[in-house]
């Protein structure tokens, strides 16, 4: 694992109400859902100990609880799967005692994305850091290598917010923000300058949607006490971080590599796609799951018109 000395902080946000995946959320944090074998934001959380950052702050809200006792020790569990020698549950267990140290904060309301962020101030105390939403898992061969680079490039640089992005076919990009490069980036670019924040997606072209790991200096912070709630009465990281543009300050993007995947499991289409991809290539159940599908598949037609 590579250790970042500037950047060992991230941030995850975990206060919404997960409204778009009713009824499965009414009692369940969303970010609990199980996608495969684990609840989704444990992926979030290795991927932030696979970059190097063992500073974790969740930002939660009403009915999130449950998120805080997935992290917590269990010594009761632990004694009786010890006493039952049962090992490769145990091993199960070993992300709560991987060394990452974590801290809560409560968000008084979903109040926005950008209000969340706002509340971890403190807890980033002046120094960049990275923001991970708790809804979405990265797949990539190498976990945390895309937060790594991403770091790597905004050290570099020295801007504002480094974003994550990547092209998305025009069917799944109504639900994103966008970013638009700056005239000249190369279509292969490794790293690019952004030009604007859209809501609305661009031409195919500038098809760049906004893939949920963000890193951010500190000022953020001051354009986020700049910016106005949304109608919907939210404070929006695209107004934020539109108006570091304004202010001149520089705002980059790193897109995903090909072998890179993004998760947004906020909606059902999102976790259906997450949690078949992780069902298949799960490494004990994986091949019944693979045959069970060729099965389906011969039998399109008794698909329509599920429950
Ligand atoms: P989303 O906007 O996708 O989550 O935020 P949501 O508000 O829960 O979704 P819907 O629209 O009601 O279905 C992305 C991440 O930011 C967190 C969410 O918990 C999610 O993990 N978030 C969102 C907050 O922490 N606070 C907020 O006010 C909004």
Same mark, same amino acid.
């Given at each position: 694992?590579q250790?970042?000395?500037?950047?060992?902080?991230?941030?995850?946000?975990?206060?919404?109400?997960?409204?778009?995946?009713?009824?499965?959320?009414?009692?369940?944090?969303?970010?609990?859902? #199980?996608? +495969?074998?684990?609840?989704?934001?444990?992926?979030?959380?290795?991927?932030?100990?696979?970059?190097?950052?063992?500073?974790?702050?969740?930002?939660?809200?009403?009915?999130?609880?449950?998120?805080?006792?997935?992290?917590? !020790?269990?010594?009761?569990?632990?004694r009786?799967l010890?006493?039952?020698?049962?090992?490769e549950?145990?091993? =199960?267990? $070993?992300y709560?005692?991987?060394g @990452?140290?974590?801290?809560?904060?409560?968000q008084?309301?979903?109040?926005?994305?950008?209000?969340?962020?706002?509340?971890?101030e403190? @807890?980033?105390?002046?120094?960049p850091?990275?923001?991970?939403l708790?809804?979405?898992i990265?797949?990539?061969?190498?976990m945390?290598?895309?937060?790594?680079?991403?770091?790597r490039?905004h050290?570099?640089?020295?801007?504002?917010?480094?974003?994550?992005?990547?092209?998305l076919p025009?069917?799944? $990009?109504?639900?994103?923000?966008?970013?638009?490069?700056?005239? +000249?980036?190369?279509?292969?670019?490794?790293?690019?300058?952004?030009? =604007?924040?859209?809501?609305? #997606?661009?031409?195919?072209?500038?098809?760049?949607?906004?893939?949920?790991?963000?890193?951010?200096?500190p000022?953020?912070? $001051? $354009?986020i006490?700049?910016?106005? #709630?949304?109608?919907?009465?939210?404070?929006?990281?695209?107004?934020?971080?539109?108006?570091?543009?304004?202010?001149?300050?520089?705002?980059?993007?790193v #897109?995903?590599?090909?072998?890179?995947?993004?998760?947004?499991?906020?909606? @059902?289409g999102?976790?259906?796609?997450?949690?078949?991809? @992780?069902?298949?290539?799960? !490494?004990?159940?994986?091949?019944?799951?693979?045959?069970?599908?060729e099965?389906?598949?011969?039998?399109?037609?008794?698909?329509?018109?599920?429950?």
């Amino acid at each position: 694992m590579q250790k970042n000395q500037d950047v060992y902080k991230a941030v995850i946000p975990v206060g919404g109400l997960g409204t778009r995946l009713l009824p499965a959320t009414k009692v369940l944090p969303k970010e609990l859902l #199980p996608v +495969g074998r684990r609840p989704m934001v444990q992926y979030v959380v290795e991927e932030m100990r696979a970059a190097g950052l063992e500073n974790i702050c969740f930002v939660t809200g009403r009915r999130k609880t449950l998120i805080q006792e997935h992290f917590d !020790h269990d010594p009761e569990l632990v004694r009786h799967l010890q006493d039952r020698g049962l090992d490769e549950l145990l091993a =199960e267990l $070993a992300y709560l005692e991987s060394g @990452f140290h974590l801290t809560y904060i409560r968000q008084s309301g979903p109040q926005g994305l950008a209000d969340a962020l706002s509340l971890a101030e403190d @807890f980033v105390a002046g120094q960049p850091f990275v923001l991970a939403l708790g809804d979405s898992i990265m797949c990539e061969p190498e976990m945390g290598s895309l937060l790594r680079k991403m770091i790597r490039e905004h050290l570099e640089h020295d801007v504002a917010a480094t974003i994550a992005v990547e092209k998305l076919p025009p069917e799944r $990009a109504k639900a994103y923000s966008f970013v638009l490069p700056q005239e +000249g980036t190369a279509v292969q670019a490794e790293v690019f300058e952004v030009a =604007e924040v859209s809501d609305k #997606p661009p031409q195919p072209s500038g098809n760049w949607a906004i893939a949920a790991r963000f890193v951010f200096s500190p000022a953020i912070f $001051a $354009a986020i006490r700049r910016s106005r #709630p949304s109608r919907a009465g939210e404070l929006r990281l695209t107004d934020a971080i539109r108006i570091l543009l304004r202010q001149g300050k520089k705002v980059q993007a790193v #897109p995903l590599s090909p072998d890179q995947r993004h998760h947004d499991i906020g909606s @059902f289409g999102g976790y259906f796609r997450a949690f078949l991809e @992780f069902a298949l290539k799960d !490494h004990y159940y994986g091949a019944e799951v693979r045959s069970y599908l060729e099965e389906l598949m011969a039998r399109k037609e008794e698909w329509y018109g599920d429950e």
